[in-house]
């Protein structure tokens, strides 16, 4: 697993960053691991990272377990643990497979894309 970082940063930066790692790719270097969601202002980052999603982010980060389990484990509503699985999804935090159940049936299973989580804001 790699480090994952949220963070507040303006669009120049984001470019700045993937020129460096363009240069290491072209260079035949070794590209560090971790994933980057970048935002440009605290609010757009706060939308995303409400205190329920991040319950659910270091909750899935300590024990990955299927959503019926994760919406018991955080006295949440199933349905409402699928919309945030299925958002942190899209913005490639979490990894959600398909497992098979003994005997019959099958259920999602959510797992952190990071091991580490980090949150930076500077302003």
């Known amino acids: 697993m790699e480090r994952l970082e949220f963070r507040v940063e303006p669009i120049d930066k984001f470019f700045e960053r993937g020129r460096k790692i363009a240069a290491l790719a072209d260079a035949g270097k070794p590209i560090p691991p971790s994933r980057i969601v970048a935002f440009e202002d605290a609010e757009d980052l706060l939308s995303l990272l409400t205190p329920k999603r991040i319950s659910l982010l270091k909750s899935v980060k300590e024990t990955p377990s299927s959503i019926t389990e994760l919406a018991k484990r955080l006295n949440r509503d199933r349905s409402a643990v699928t919309r945030d699985v299925h958002l942190l999804e899209k913005f490639e935090v979490l990894q959600v497979s398909t497992r098979p159940l ?7 299973w959510v797992e952190s894309v990071g091991q580490e989580i980090e949150l930076t804001a500077r302003f």
């Open 102 to 108: 003994p005997g019959h049936g099958r259920q999602k």
